[in-house]
Each structure stands twice: as structure tokens, then as C-alpha cells.
T-cell receptor, first 113, second 114 residues
Framework: EDKVVQSPLSLVVHEGDTVTLNCSYE??????LLWYKQEKKAPTFLFML????IEKKSGRLSSILDKKELFSILNITATQTGDSAVYLC?????????????FGKGTLLTVNP | DAGITQSPRHKVTETGTPVTLRCHQT?????MYWYRQDPGHGLRLIHY???????DKGEVSDGYSVSRSKTEDFLLTLESATSSQTSVYFC?????????????FGPGTRLTVL
């Protein structure tokens, strides 16, 4: 059974702190890993990672994949209250010819002023 | 933002009644998905479609059926709603369903079954 496990499940920090969110996976025919941000609405796409060791960066957010150790991290530097959200990671798994996403349960990040 | 709408956005219904949720896209994407999101469980796939009239089950399909008669519309039906189906339902779309494809999510429908 495919698994995506995120840690921690929740995290409270102060504005300006740096946080690291973790995602480990066990997925059949692994090809890519995705990160989403979910505020009080639909998940919005952040990153897709396919290659080990190559950092993806968008502003204060960055992410990297380790295919040998089967995990990814999402870093947020100089956190702001607007970063408060649930962060989801997901991996497509192959069910025959059709790919489906398996999601982790998410990390709830709360950034206090 | 991907052109995905869901209707209704909120619904309260009673146990035993049928309920249909609609997902509509303007992107002409081939793949469409229905998820439910519950505290402690995250997002779980109910059903998905890989083309008109082509659908398959996800991990939590019991009690749900789907139909896709047009590329742009994917309907989720709760045949006889139960309180355990109280949840937030998200539709998602993907161009080809491949492993390098991103899924884009609709705004969600909050369903309460009394």
C-alpha cells in the first residue's frame, strides 16, 4: 500500500522563524512528489519535484527531494502570518495506466505575530 | 487559476436522501477527480475519470457513484446519504493524468448530512 507521511502534524512558530516540514513516502513506481498549500479553501500547487538533490525555490519557500532516502522537505524562511496554512505533500502512484495522487495528512503551520 | 467550479458550495441534507455534486471545468482536461477531506484523514480519492464515460474507483468509493457524459462535467452522487459522508468534497483536474501532471483543485463543497 502506498504511503505518504508528513511530520510534524502541527507546528506553531513566530513571525521571522524558519521552518522545515517533512514528507516521507513509500510509493509504487515513484516518479514525482508534489507540495500544496491549503488555507481555508482549496489546495494550491507549490512545487513538483522529480529529481533528487535539485532544489526548487519560490520566494521564501524552497523544497528538495532525496530519492535515496525517500523523503522531501519544504523550507519556509522568514515566516509571515500569511504562511499559516496546512501544507500537503502528495505522490502519484501508478494504478495500471492511470496515475492517482496519494496525499499525506498535512502539516498545520501557525505563524504568530 | 484553473477554471474549475463546484456546485453547490454548501449543502445540508438528511440521512437517506440522494445528493449530487457537480464539478465543471473550462480547461478541457482529460482527467477529473473527486476527493473528500476529513480531519485526521487528509484528502482521500473517491472516484476519478480518465475520459468521457471512463471512470474508476479510488480508495473510498463505497456509497458513491460518478458519471461523466461530457468532458467538462463530472458528477458525484451519494445514493443514500449517511452522516459519515459529512465532509468537504473537492474536485480536481489534470491534463493527462501523467506522473508529471499537476492536479488543480476546485473550491470545494461542504456537505452536512443530518
Amino acid at each position: 500500500e502506498d504511503k505518504v507521511v508528513q511530520s510534524p502534524l502541527s507546528l506553531v512558530v513566530h513571525e521571522g522563524d524558519t521552518v522545515t516540514l517533512n514528507c516521507s513516502y513509500e510509493v509504487t513506481n515513484f516518479r514525482s512528489l508534489l507540495w500544496y498549500k491549503q488555507e481555508k479553501k482549496a489546495p494550491t500547487f507549490l512545487f513538483m519535484l522529480t529529481s533528487s538533490g535539485i532544489e526548487k525555490k519560490s520566494g521564501r519557500l524552497s523544497s528538495i527531494l532525496d530519492k535515496k532516502e525517500l523523503f522531501s522537505i519544504l523550507n519556509i524562511t522568514a515566516t509571515q502570518t500569511g504562511d499559516s496554512a496546512v501544507y500537503l505533500c502528495a505522490a502519484p502512484n501508478s494504478g495500471g495506466s492511470n496515475y492517482k495522487l496519494t496525499f499525506g495528512k498535512g502539516t498545520l503551520l501557525t505563524v504568530n505575530p | 487559476d484553473a477554471g474549475i467550479t463546484q456546485s453547490p458550495r454548501h449543502k445540508v441534507t438528511e440521512t437517506g436522501t440522494p445528493v449530487t455534486l457537480r464539478c465543471h471545468q473550462t480547461e478541457n482536461h482529460r482527467y477529473m477527480y473527486w476527493y473528500r477531506q476529513d480531519p485526521g484523514h487528509g484528502l482521500r480519492l473517491i472516484h476519478y475519470s480518465y475520459g468521457v464515460k471512463d471512470t474508476d474507483k479510488g480508495e473510498v468509493s463505497d456509497g458513491y457513484s460518478v458519471s461523466r457524459s461530457k468532458t467538462e462535467d463530472f458528477l458525484l452522487t451519494l445514493e443514500s446519504a449517511t452522516s459519515s459522508q459529512t465532509s468537504v468534497y473537492f474536485c480536481a483536474i489534470s491534463p493527462s493524468g501523467g506522473y508529471t501532471d499537476t492536479q488543480y483543485f476546485g473550491p470545494g463543497t461542504r456537505l452536512t448530512v443530518l
